[in-house]
């Protein structure tokens, strides 16, 4: 059972453009939502994360948005830039961002120069 | 502190041995967590540590697979009997109580 899923596994953007990436959740219980940025051979990275009590979060070029009701999450990157191409992961938790977390499976992010 | 550090970062080793991987927290996080991730998936939880004391074990983690932190800093995870379904990458994170994870670049191993 995939609690949490991203149905694009790659996407394919000019640099300077929009970078939409989606997540999709079925537990309503879930509390926390994050994202995580990987490269190939390194840990995830986290990007930025958003609690249920908001609809949106941003930091710098990074902006999340939660829509509850749809059991929805997004992440929008402008301007996107070559060294956002990686795997971006959404994860969800209840109880924090310390809790165990329930990943995505992943979108193949690539930023053309 | 360089982070969250594990070792080793590649293990190839035949079916039916033993392997033990190896995580150090950064120093001042009281919580660890193993993670599992095969190809095409993401992370997939197995088990969280508070100090030395384990709190939560995924059903993923089977009778072959245990985890320990003797003195509450590093952890290990050894897995007895490899199977090749057991081949995936190993992440370990650590956290302290009121802020969220640092992954480690984790293990890679292969079961051949």
């Known amino acids: 059972d995939q609690q949490v899923k991203q149905n694009s596994p790659s996407l394919s953007v000019q640099e300077g453009r929009i970078s939409i990436l989606n997540c999709d959740y079925t537990?309503?219980?879930?509390?926390?939502f994050l994202w995580y940025k990987k490269y190939p051979a390194e840990g995830p990275t986290f990007l930025i994360s958003?609690?249920?009590?908001?609809d949106k979060n941003e930091d710098g070029r990074f902006t999340v948005f939660l829509n509850k009701s749809a059991k929805h999450l997004s992440l929008h990157i402008v301007p996107s830039q070559p060294g956002d191409s990686a795997v971006y992961f959404c994860?969800?938790?209840?109880?924090?961002?310390?809790?165990?977390?329930?990943f995505g499976t992943g979108t193949l992010l690539a930023v053309q120069p | 502190d360089t982070g969250v550090s594990q070792d080793p970062r590649h293990k190839i080793t035949k079916r039916g041995q033993n392997v033990t991987f190896r995580c150090d927290p950064i120093?001042?996080?009281?919580?660890l967590y193993w993670y599992r991730q095969t190809l095409g998936q993401g992370p997939e939880f197995l088990t969280y540590?508070?100090?030395?004391?384990?709190?939560?074990k995924s059903r993923l983690l089977s009778d072959r697979f245990s985890a320990e932190r003797p003195k509450g800093s590093f952890s290990t995870l050894e897995i007895q009997r490899t199977e090749q379904g057991d081949s995936a990458m190993y992440l370990c994170?650590?956290?302290?109580?009121?802020?969220?994870?640092?992954f480690g670049s984790g293990t890679r191993l292969t079961v051949v």
């Open positions: 540590f508070q100090n030395e004391a384990q709190l939560e």
């Open positions: 537990n309503s219980m879930f509390d926390y």
């Open positions: 958003i609690s249920s009590i908001k």
């Open positions: 120093s001042e996080h009281n919580r």
């Open positions: 994860a969800a938790s209840y109880g924090g961002a310390t809790n165990k977390l329930i």
């Open positions: 994170a650590s956290s302290p109580d009121d802020d969220g994870y640092t």
